[in-house]
């Protein structure tokens, strides 16, 4: 069900021949039919997201809402060499997201010290990541290729939106290791996600 | 360290992943313009992770879509930032009196005491600033977001205004404008840094709403200033500034 979502406004125009890009190009020229057509195309998977590194619903919805946006605005700065529409456009999502993570961490960091919250992460974050996906063959078997420590990277970064910094003082690793890490675990998924498609 | 340097390259993991503190996002994107092995290892990297991000799809409440749709209706999209681009818009400012060239910016400077008490500064909870001015461009986020930035704001005498963000972190100051009246046919708005003393160019903003993280801050720099110049910019100022924003004392 989550991963093939029942368009809930039947009433927009739906011409299945123009691709993301096209539409954020139009939205570029001030098309806001273009803009309904997208949110519905992407929002599932954005807010997904969201949710996924807030883990609250109401500051994933804050979140998607300034995304979108900002999306709608900057939609003139697209450039379709550059990424394709869906990954530019969760890639606002994700920043969003993660920049209010990272606020929300700093106003904490008083009251709570990071290690313990992140201990009690650490040891079921693979399980985790196999576990929410598990109807999800194709990215099951892509993310079980990768090794633990790739996992964990992945996961550090992407989905609880630790800085490279704050994974190597977490894991008590040296920075070089995880930015390497972090490349490693990113191309394995993809060369995984290229093999099984 | 300055091995960063060295292996910069290594970094488009972590940026794809948004791992980077501002200040290394930053310089890691002025690397991918002139690196087409980064750039598409970054595309891919991308691309790889909405793969993943799709299986975990899941519908937000009807109700966001509304008010998504509301909160864009009296905004239009930015312009590509490219500068050459016809201005499409014809409407003139009006014509300042025409003082000698710098030191309109330079009296701006001098009455600045004044100019400090009236401007308004806090520190960081940037939740509201930060969603008014969604519109601006992502560099400029990431000055927005950074946990020491602070801001100051001016109106313009043109109308609208201008929001200054600084963040001491990663040596950035963004400007962020509001309801500028739209760049006169053959013009540009740029933007200075104003010493004591000197007046440097900063770069250049849109009109309406838009954004831009400044070039070259000097550290004697007590204000910005933002005039209309000729398409292209000037190397000194030639009009005065419709827009002052005064940089406090550290
Ligand atoms: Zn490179």
Known sequence: MASHPAPTAAAEPDPPTASAEDLLERCAQGDRGAFVDLYRRLSPGAYGLALRVLRDEHLAQDALQEAFEQIWSQSGRYDRSRSSARSWILTIVHRRAVDRVRREQVERQGAMAWGAQHREAEHDVVAEVVELHADHRRVRAALSALTPLQRQALELAYHRGLTQTQVAAELDIPLGTVKTRMRDAIRRLRGELEGRR | ?250
């Open chain 2, 1 to 250: 360290m300055n091995d960063e340097n060295a292996d910069i390259h290594t970094l488009s993991g972590a940026y794809a992943l948004d791992a980077l503190e501002p200040g290394e996002r930053a310089a890691f994107e002025r690397h991918l313009e002139a690196c087409e092995q980064c750039r598409d290892e970054v595309r891919s990297f991308g691309d790889a992770l909405s793969v993943v991000v799709d299986e975990s799809a899941q519908e937000p409440p009807e109700r966001l879509r509304d008010s998504v749709l509301a909160g864009i209706t009296a905004v239009r999209p930015l312009p590509p930032v490219t500068h050459d681009s016809p201005d499409d818009v014809v409407v003139a400012l009006r014509p300042g009196r025409r003082r000698a060239v710098t030191a309109a910016l330079a009296v701006a400077a001098a009455v600045l005491g004044v100019a400090l008490a009236g401007t308004a500064w806090r520190t960081v909870t940037l939740q509201d600033e930060v969603s008014r001015l969604s519109a601006a461009a992502a560099d400029v986020t990431t000055v927005l977001t950074a946990p020491d930035a602070r801001i100051a704001t001016a109106t313009a005498t043109t109308g609208g205004r201008g929001t200054m963000v600084m963040s001491p972190s990663s040596g950035q100051v963004a400007l962020v404008t509001d309801g500028l009246a739209p760049v006169p046919a053959g013009k540009t708005y740029q933007v200075w840094f104003v010493g004591r003393g000197s007046v440097v160019p900063a770069g250049f903003v849109d009109g309406g709403t838009a954004g831009t993280v400044l070039t070259g801050h000097p550290d004697d720099a007590v204000a910005i200033g933002v005039t209309v110049e000729p398409r292209g910019g000037s190397p000194a100022p030639t009009s005065d500034p419709f827009l002052t924003i005064a940089i406090p004392a550290a």
